[in-house]
């Protein structure tokens, strides 16, 4: 029968390699149940359509540049005892990306900001939502290139088509100069546009020394917390538990009075 040398060649063709691979089982499976010709189709296309959204949320993944490969099911909610399960669950299921508004961690060094950030940003990656991370200071010294290359509208503009950007570590270097006018344009143009993932060492409070700007850093406050979820987290580094040094400096108060 030459069925199946037709079936190799036309999978081919159409670049569908995974069909072919699935077709066969599926065959012997559709004969032993009984399947109409209809649901043997269906069952094919599927598995193709599986198959390409799952490539198509690793490749978004790669894209996205996360530092490191983090899920919301490794994340210990019994030693992070300062937020509730349900509120990340919640984040988790992505409504806030497609009411494009924002999440905020807030909290010392080792609490789970970042972890939390990429977990919620795989997800996001997986559903098909485009993702885009990197820290405060590197989003700044991309605006910054973009400024002075005369293109920072359309800088914003390419990034206004990301649905979820997330921004780590603002707070651990205070920023200088146009930083914090760059920084706010990208709040600006991201309000109510698209949302945003931004974790800080720092309270809200003290946004005004990281920013070196206390006008700026309040005006960007009130339109990234406009639509947000605000997490503190508290606590000691996870990245030190179980160790024995004593106390370990931490100019912060984010998690204390944020
Ligand atoms: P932060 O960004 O707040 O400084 P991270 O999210 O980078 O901290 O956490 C530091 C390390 O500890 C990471 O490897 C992270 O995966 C891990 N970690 C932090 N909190 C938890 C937790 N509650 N459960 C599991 N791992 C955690
Ligand atoms: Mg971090």
């Known amino acids: 029968m030459s069925g199946a040398r037709d079936l190799a060649y036309l999978c081919r063709e159409l670049k569908h390699p995974s069909l072919l691979a699935g077709v066969e089982r599926l065959g012997e499976r559709a004969r032993a149940e009984g399947w109409s010709h ?3 189709l269906a069952a094919c296309l599927e598995r193709e359509v599986s198959s390409r959204q799952s490539h198509g949320g690793e490749a978004r993944i790669a894209s996205a540049r996360f530092p490191a ?8 909610f019994e030693h992070q005892r300062s937020v ?10 992505l409504d806030f990306v497609e009411a494009k508004s924002n999440a905020i961690f807030l909290g010392p060094p ?3 900001k970042s972890h939390l950030s990429i977990a919620l940003g795989i997800r996001a990656c997986l559903a098909g939502h485009r993702v885009a991370f990197a820290t405060a200071t590197q989003w700044v010294d991309r605006l910054a290139a973009a400024h002075d290359a005369g293109r920072l509208h359309d800088e914003l503009r390419r990034l206004g088509r990301i649905p979820l950007v997330i921004v780590d570590e603002v707070g651990y270097i205070p920023f200088q100069g146009e930083a914090a006018n760059l920084f706010f344009q990208l709040v600006s143009s991201r309000y109510e546009r698209a949302s945003l993932i931004v974790s800080s060492n720092k309270a809200f409070g003290r946004w005004g020394e990281v920013f070196g700007d206390d006008t ?4 960007m406050i009130d339109r990234l917390v406009h639509h947000a979820e605000v997490i503190n987290l508290k606590g000691d580094s996870y990245r030190l538990r179980g160790r024995d040094l004593g106390r370990v400096p931490g100019d912060d108060d984010a998690g204390t009075n944020a």
């Open 216 to 219: 700026v850093a309040g005006a």
């Open 38 to 40: 209809e649901d043997f």
């Open 69 to 76: 490969r983090k899920t919301l099911e490794d994340f210990d």
């Open 110 to 112: 080792g609490t789970g």
């Open 84 to 93: 509730r399960k349900e509120v990340v669950a919640h984040l988790g299921a």
